[in-house]
Nanobody, 123 residues
Framework: QVQLVESGGGLVQAGGSLRLSCAPSGRTFSSMTMGWFRQAPGKGREFVAVISWNGGSTSYADSVTGRFTISRDNAKNTMYLQMNSLKPEDTAVYYC????????????????WGQGTQVTVSS
């Protein structure tokens, strides 16, 4: 069983930055593909970014490309999402998710999810 815990959310003004962290339990983190998803009020869950098990491959949603950076430190068992130039439309609950195998951007293919961390961007 894999448990995921997100942290780093909060309230920030438009144009500001936040860094989210995801710390999975267990010793399988270094072999897992990890992703970030978000869900805004009244909207469905959407893909944000994903990183391969060794950090060699990443993929981003068009809406965050150039502003967000996904990374991981397998020695620290932690994944990060650096969010810069934040916009009010980035306001959402952000979830980290984990799976074995190749990078995918479809949330339904991730078996393990964290509880989420709220990010609020004020205008």
């Amino acid at each position: 069983q894999v448990q995921l815990v997100e942290s780093g959310g909060g309230l920030v003004q438009a144009g500001g930055s936040l860094r989210l962290s995801c710390a999975p339990s267990g010793r399988t983190f270094s072999s897992m593909t990890m992703g970030w998803f978000r869900q805004a009020p009244g909207k469905g869950r959407e893909f944000v970014a994903v990183i391969s098990w060794n950090g060699g491959s990443t993929s981003y949603a068009d809406s965050v490309t150039g502003r967000f950076t996904i990374s991981r430190d397998n020695a620290k068992n932690t994944m990060y999402l650096q969010m810069n130039s934040l916009k009010p439309e980035d306001t959402a609950v952000y979830y980290c998710a984990a799976k074995f195998g190749t990078i995918v951007t479809t949330g339904a293919q991730y078996p393990w999810w964290g509880q989420g961390t709220q990010v609020t961007v004020s205008s």
